[in-house]
């Protein structure tokens, strides 16, 4: 149906205005206190950000020290990539490879930790199910979506995560230099002894999901594209939220604190950190 | 810094094409050099087990690098050997592995790092030479810096992942004299740190000069 008459300006603001209060199932929430089915003993005032993705979607945010996030695999098909900074510091970031070289084990999940270039963590893994996290194949670019999909542009049909990560940082004063290799949730990736990749066909369940706790001031980038090792071949991908929520600094005795001597020490990094 | 040979050394390399360029890196030094399109780069593992570590940039734009995700994604196999492409960011191929004589290399371990040091060993490593110190001094002299640090490759260093995920680097595999051939597919800046740790057995606990030599 061709829209009315717009041929002033004050008819043209009334049929923009008309338009609010429209809602879509990948929306943010606005105010982040009117979010819905928050986890178990969330308070509605504590909550910072709430969201939900479609695919080929992505949103970034600075979460402050203490903050907890749940990112939720909505329809049992999503594939949050994410990365993160210190958000005080951008050139401090998220270092998969020293991950999971300092913490002895390339497949991460709850009790473990996320940690910076600079020997500190930037966010702890404290509660999933069926996380599924792969740090192995990174994310999704136009190259990739373009062979699979037959594009990969961020205005087209199939966005990539790769570029989606760019423009996220872009709105912080970021560039592609910045962007660090990333993780993934919700589409787990092994290694076989030959070195060979398996990717985890079984699908998922609704509500699955991870929680992740900010360390530092942290600016998290996440883009829900489909996993590069995906085999099929329409672009699929269902919905991610994350949801955020204030929370009180990790205390010296908590349990992913102390799980290893090499966490405790990060975590003795980032405190170094916080007294100047 | 390093420098091109004016006269082959009494003892040149033995290389399939005309030496451009050849260098002894010193044991715990940095080293960076364009190899240009078409341009092989070889990696000589002088003594046997010493890691180097290693990442790539286009030389025109090198906000486009290696990518060890892409690479690993292109041939479905964490190890690197004959026949790998080393992918850029962007998904094109920078190098190509045309000769490999130690078997398998490593793009999951990263690079030490004084600050990773102290996780790994304690507080008292905070000062050890590291290999970033070493990019970060060689990305310096060419207008480069701590934003253009990525994921790398380590030549010669064993990082085996087991059944559960557990990986570790543990004894290497490698000997005196073996070496990796590198194709430019595209004008490439490598930079190299001929690592200098001696907390874990990359290095066999004694980091050793490395050669490079380019031919065409």
């Known amino acids: 149906?061709?829209?009315?008459?717009?041929?002033?300006?004050?008819?043209?603001?009334?049929?923009?205005?008309?338009?609010?209060?429209?809602?879509?199932?990948?929306?943010?929430?606005?105010?982040?206190?009117?979010?819905?089915?928050?986890?178990?003993?969330?308070?509605?005032?504590?909550?910072?950000?709430?969201?939900t993705m479609a695919a080929g979607e992505y949103g970034a945010r600075v979460l402050r020290r203490g903050t907890r996030l749940r990112i939720t695999n909505v329809a049992a098909d999503g594939c949050a990539s994410l990365i993160a900074l210190n958000a005080d510091r951008p050139i401090e970031r998220l270092n998969v490879a020293d991950t999971i070289k300092v913490q002895w084990n390339a497949y991460l999940g709850a009790g473990k930790l996320l940690l910076s270039d600079m020997g500190r963590v930037l966010l702890s893994i404290t509660a999933e199910r069926a996380g599924r996290m792969d740090s192995i194949c990174g994310a999704s670019t136009e190259?990739?979506?373009a062979r699979r999909y037959g594009s990969g542009e961020t205005h087209g049909r199939h966005p990539n995560a790769r570029d989606r990560f760019m423009i996220a940082l872009a709105k912080y004063g970021l560039g592609r230099?910045?962007?660090?290799?990333?993780?993934?949730?919700?589409?787990?990736v092994t290694v076989g002894e030959d070195g060979g990749l398996r990717f985890g066909e079984a699908p998922g369940a609704a509500g699955d999901f991870v929680e992740l706790r900010a360390e530092m001031n942290v600016l998290v980038a996440m883009a829900n594209t489909p996993h590069v090792l995906d085999p099929r071949p329409r672009y699929t991908c269902s919905d991610v939220r994350v949801t955020a929520w204030r929370g009180p600094v990790t205390p010296p005795d908590d349990p992913i604190r102390t799980a290893s001597p090499e966490s405790v020490r990060a975590f003795e990094n980032v405190e170094d950190y916080f007294l100047s | 810094m390093s420098f091109a040979i004016a006269e082959p050394p009494a003892n040149a390399p033995t290389v399939p094409g005309a030496v451009v360029y050849d260098f002894v890196i010193p044991?715990?030094?940095?080293?960076a050099h364009v190899v240009k399109q078409g341009q092989t780069l070889r990696i000589v593992d002088l003594e046997g087990n010493?890691?180097?570590?290693?990442?790539l940039y286009d030389a025109n734009d090198p906000a486009e690098r290696y990518s060890?995700?892409?690479?690993?994604?292109?041939q479905q196999n964490i190890f690197l050997t004959t026949g790998t492409r080393l992918m850029s960011t962007e998904g094109n191929v920078l190098m190509t592995i045309t000769g490999d004589t130690c078997g398998r290399h490593d793009t999951s371990g990263g690079a030490c790092s004084c600050e990773s040091n102290t996780l790994r060993y304690g507080h008292h490593t905070k000062h050890q030479h590291a290999c970033v110190e070493n990019f970060l001094d060689a990305l310096g002299r060419r207008g480069l810096g701590k934003r253009d640090m990525t994921g790398n490759i380590n030549w010669f260093m064993n990082v085996p992942i087991d059944g559960e995920g557990a990986l570790g680097i543990v004894d290497g595999i490698s000997a005196p004299g073996k070496y990796v051939d590198l194709r430019?597919?595209?004008?490439?800046?490598?930079?190299?740190?001929?690592?200098?740790?001696?907390?874990?057995p990359c290095n066999a606990f004694n980091p050793t000069p490395v050669r490079?030599?380019?031919?065409?």
């Open chain 2, 212 to 216: 490079v030599t380019i031919f065409e």
């Open chain 2, 68 to 74: 060890a995700a892409e690479t690993i994604v292109a």
């Open chain 1, 143 to 145: 190259a990739s979506n």
């Open chain 2, 27 to 31: 044991a715990r030094a940095p080293w």
């Open chain 2, 50 to 55: 010493q890691a180097v570590d290693c990442i």
């Open chain 2, 184 to 200: 430019a597919e595209t004008d490439t800046l490598v930079v190299i740190s001929n690592c200098p740790q001696v907390n874990n």
């Open chain 1, 177 to 188: 230099r910045d962007i660090p290799p990333n993780v993934n949730f919700f589409k787990a």
């Open chain 1, 1 to 51: 149906m061709p829209p009315a008459d717009l041929s002033t300006p004050d008819k043209a603001r009334a049929h923009a205005r008309a338009q609010a209060g429209t809602n879509v199932r990948a929306m943010p929430t606005i105010p982040a206190s009117a979010a819905k089915d928050l986890p178990a003993g969330v308070a509605p005032a504590d909550v910072v950000w709430d969201e």
